[in-house]
């Protein structure tokens, strides 16, 4: 079944700045005493995983044999992209997570909007919050950060339904090093009949290793 399947994000190695930025939006991604954490969410509300396809960059050799054309060989692998989807809470959890990520590559910092004592704002502490919002300046210049500081590691695991779980069982695992989002998708607002809203992401890697199991004979 296509619908099985779990990922997990680790930014282990990733700048402490930029896991605090995470923990300003109480986005702890290895927080799953409850599924209410924002970090939970990253996880649990991705709907949709796009892998990325498998390609040799190729060369070709003319004349090798009499009366053959082009003989083609693969010189090396093609690095493609792959794309994530969230559905979005009320809270819009992985849209702000994506956009810290993204603000941090570009060595941009995301304003953030607190009550004095993390209570729950009142209607107007809201309107404040959409009457404030800052404007960038129009000669404002970005530096971007190094690789080591932002990229992460991810893994994608194909999970089947097992005896003790819907995902206890996982016939393959994608495991990605050097992951970070190169684009985060347009998100449409409307009105009109009610819709669940969602962003899309698409990331660019450095290595992948894929790991086989074989379930058949595992109850899970």
Known sequence: ??????????????????RNAFGKF????????????????INLFCDEAQLPSLQFATGNVNGRYQGRGNN???????????????????NMAPYKFLTT?????????????????????????????????????????????????????????????GA???NSRAPLVWAF???????IDAVPLSYGSSQITRVTANFYYDTLTSSFADIRKKRG
Not at 177 to 183: A, D, E, L, R
């Open 164 to 166: 003790n779980a819907a």
């Open 177 to 183: 090093t050097g992951v970070f989002p190169y684009s």
């Open 1 to 18: 079944m296509s619908n099985g399947y779990d990922i997990q994000f680790y930014f282990d190695d990733a700048s402490a700045v930029l």
């Open 72 to 90: 083609f060989y693969p010189h090396s692998k093609l690095i493609t992209d792959f794309s994530l989807s969230w559905m979005l809470d009320a």
């Open 101 to 161: 990520w993204f603000n941090f590559i570009r060595g941009d910092s995301t304003h953030i909007e607190r009550t004095s004592n993390d209570s729950i704002p009142t209607i107007n502490e809201l309107f404040h919050l959409k009457d404030s919002a800052n404007f960038s300046t129009p000669n404002r210049s970005y530096r971007m950060a190094y690789p080591r500081d932002y990229q992460c590691k991810l893994r994608i695991a194909k999970t089947e339904r």
């Open 26 to 41: 109480d986005i702890n991604l290895k927080d799953y005493s409850t599924a209410n954490k924002p970090g939970s969410l």
